[in-house]
């Protein structure tokens, strides 16, 4: 017989479980406060704020209380523990204990009244969850200058592009697309034309590139924005306009792992209209770069892999609006094509840790306002898009290699458009 026995009175006989440690875990703490006890586990989420754990204010030697990193979070939001009384390795509790490692669990055994609480272990788990690589990608939406359209492009693993598919979804231009839950991704937002100016809708594509029927009142309604994946099947979208009044927004909307939109929130760095927004690094970073404020500006803003947008970083590249941005290689991105005050064709590369590089020339084509994403694992593609910021739209593609190398143009993929948008879904190649 294994397992925990207490004071099994009554002589039950039968199957008795193992209890890991003599533990009991408890549901999982989310808020900013928790008082703990002895004898107890913890999964303590700070994803979205950092908690202060009170331990007892009375113990005894051998008493033992875990905390465990739900999220892998602590690096972001820490723990700070209030010892209420008792010594914390040899400390007063006048002494700031904080444990601000992601990935962190520690064993707290009290020693006795000398010493307090001693870390019996502090470990942290060397296991970063990896989403599995996006293989397929799609552009879908946009402007053939007579009208607004609705259509979608498939890219298959190879980087090929597929012919139009019609109807899906109410028509429109400048909305933003961005993967989540993996395998899947969200176009949303975007203008479908002269009144209203702007939207809220929502189309979710499943994992064969199939695109949903509009869902509405996702946040506020606006056009010009930009949308990227992040963290683990999560995604962001950021910036924007709407007409009249405060034309140029400083909020975001996050998308959680189902597809769901979130309330807005506001005053997250630079109000801009109609830059970039990538993933980079290898634990679900992402990037806003460039975009409009009434003038070309070269700022970006780093986003951790909890959705929170960081302060403005000048001076990235070339001042220019109207660009797309791509994924590429392990953990770094590309920003190409846009508009310094006409069109122009060069790329800025980012590594691993967000650094934007300095400017690249002579990447095909000069355009404004194509669309990019990640596809077959390792590389990126931008397409369409128009030549002039006049009305000069495009069908063709080039293809970011796994080098950040960008292709020739190649012509002819699908319907001339400006301002689609898009995004990687399917993990099967």
């Known amino acids: 017989m294994s397992g925990l026995v207490k004071d099994n009175i009554f002589g039950s006989s039968g199957s008795i479980i193992a209890a ?22 913890y999964f303590i989420n700070t994803s979205s704020n950092a908690c202060t754990i009170t331990l007892p204010s009375s113990a005894e030697a051998g008493d033992q209380i875990i905390l465990t990193d739900y999220a892998r979070t602590w ?9 209420n009384g008792l010594k914390f390795q040899g400390e007063t509790d006048d002494y700031i204990v904080d444990y601000d490692t992601s990935g ?24 970063e969850p990896v989403a599995p690589n996006t293989q397929k990608a799609l552009f879908a939406y946009g402007n053939t200058s ?28 400048y909305q933003a697309a961005a993967s989540y839950g993996v395998d899947t991704a969200i176009f949303a937002f975007g203008s479908p034309g002269a009144d209203p100016y702007h939207t809220n809708v929502k189309n979710l594509v499943n994992n064969s590139g199939v695109v949903a029927a509009d869902a509405t009142g996702v946040g506020t309604a606006r056009y010009f924005l930009n949308g990227t994946g992040y963290g683990v099947g999560l995604a962001i979208f950021y910036g924007g306009r709407i007409e009249g009044g405060t034309q140029y927004l400083s909020l975001t909307n996050l998308v959680n792992s189902s597809g769901v939109v979130s309330a807005d929130v506001s005053g997250v760095g630079t109000a ?7 993933r980079y690094g290898s634990s679900g970073q992402a990037l806003v770069a460039f975009g409009y404020t009434g003038s070309q500006i070269s700022i970006k803003n780093l986003i951790n892999n909890v959705g929170v947008v960081g302060s ?22 590309a920003f190409a094509y846009g508009n310094t005050g ?8 980012v590594n691993n840790v967000g650094t934007v590089g300095s400017d690249v020339s002579g990447v095909g084509t000069a355009r404004v306002h194509p669309g990019g994403s990640n596809y077959g694992g390792d590389k990126g593609v931008f397409a369409y898009g128009d030549s002039a910021a006049n009305g000069s739209h495009v069908s063709m593609k080039n293809l970011l290699g796994n080098n950040g190398v960008i292709a020739a143009d190649v012509t002819g993929v699908g319907t001339p458009r400006n301002a689609p948008s898009a995004a990687g879904f399917s993990i099967s190649a």
Do not use: C, E, F
């Open 20 to 41: 890991a440690g003599g533990l009991s875990w408890q549901p999982i703490v989310t808020g900013s406060t928790v008082t703990v006890s002895a004898g107890k586990g």
């Open 75 to 83: 690096g972001t939001n820490a723990i700070t523990i209030d010892s």
């Open 104 to 127: 962190q669990a520690v064993n707290l055994i009290y020693s006795g009244s000398t010493v307090g609480w001693t870390p019996a272990s502090d470990m942290v788990s060397a296991l």
């Open 146 to 173: 007579s009208s607004n359209v609705s259509l979608k492009n498939l890219v298959n693993s190879s980087g090929v592009i597929a012919a139009d598919v019609t109807g899906v979804g109410t028509a429109r231009t």
């Open 272 to 278: 801009r209209v109609s830059g970039a927004a990538v």
């Open 312 to 333: 403005d970083i000048t001076g990235v590249g070339t001042a220019r609006n109207g660009l797309a941005a791509a994924s590429y290689g392990s953990g770094l991105a």
């Open 342 to 349: 006409s069109t122009v064709s060069l790329k800025n590369l």
